[in-house]
């Protein structure tokens, strides 16, 4: 009996281990993770800030920062793969449509239609989705680091109430600035007849996610809203069943 209880106790150790080194690897990961990002949108706040003071104008300003917005932006796809794996505790839906949507919108309409990228709403989108990120992952990594200060997390949970509405503004804006030139020339679209019998339109596409943005906006803020009575507040929050 004591050789079986002490095997249980080794083998008990032994997966507390194997655990303590996983969730060590896990934030020594996300650490680095978020260390970068915050790096990488601080770059291009400081290019998009020099772009205007040399220039005076913000015409091109896109192009400029185009493959270092890219780089990052789509670097983001990692924070569905922290979901799916489960070293964050966070919906893998609400993070894949962030992520995806704005990658979206840098991919496919940004980057693919030139005639837009000069359009204010292109750079308020820009403006606002740096301001966002640099306060996101330095929040997430003080935070990993233990060492948060007040005034980061303040940000974090306070300058969404103004930004978020501006950049879904943008992003509106810019969608529908590219509509006419997606029309005229027909990108992303299949015709019938084609060899594979499928037709898609990407206009109408483009129509139908700037209607998604009804039901979901207001899902998403008034989530960011119950977090920040929770962490600045302490309230909690009790989640109804439907």
């Known amino acids: 009996m004591a050789s079986s209880e002490d095997d249980g106790t080794v083998e008990e150790k032994e997966n507390n281990n194997k655990r303590r080194t996983k969730s060590a690897l896990a934030t020594a990961w996300l650490t680095f993770y978020n260390i970068a990002m ?38 983001a796809l990692a924070e569905v793969g922290h979901c799916a794996i489960g070293i964050v505790r966070t919906s893998v839906i609400v993070t894949g449509v962030q992520v995806c949507s704005r990658i979206f919108m840098v991919w496919f309409v940004t980057n693919s239609i030139r005639q837009i990228q000069s359009e204010e709403s292109v750079i308020l989108f820009l403006v606002v989705w740096t301001m966002t990120e640099i306060t996101r992952y330095s929040y997430y990594t003080f935070n990993l680091l233990h060492h948060l200060p007040y005034f980061i997390k303040w940000a974090r949970y306070n300058l969404f109430i103004v930004l978020y509405p501006l950049g879904v503004i943008g992003e509106l804006m810019t969608i529908y600035a590219a509509l006419p030139f997606v029309r005229r020339s027909g990108m992303y679209s299949m015709r019938l007849p084609n060899k594979y019998n499928v037709s898609f339109d990407y206009y109408y596409c483009l129509i139908i996610l700037m209607l998604s943005y009804i039901p979901l906006f207001p899902q998403l803020f008034f989530h960011m809203l119950r977090q920040r009575r929770r962490v600045l507040h302490g309230e909690v929050i009790v989640e109804k069943d439907d």
């Open 38 to 75: 915050t790096a990488g949108w601080l770059v291009l706040a400081i290019a998009m800030m020099r772009f205007y003071i040399q220039k005076g104008t913000t015409k091109g300003l896109y192009r400029s920062i185009a493959r270092t917005l890219k780089f990052f932006q789509t670097f």
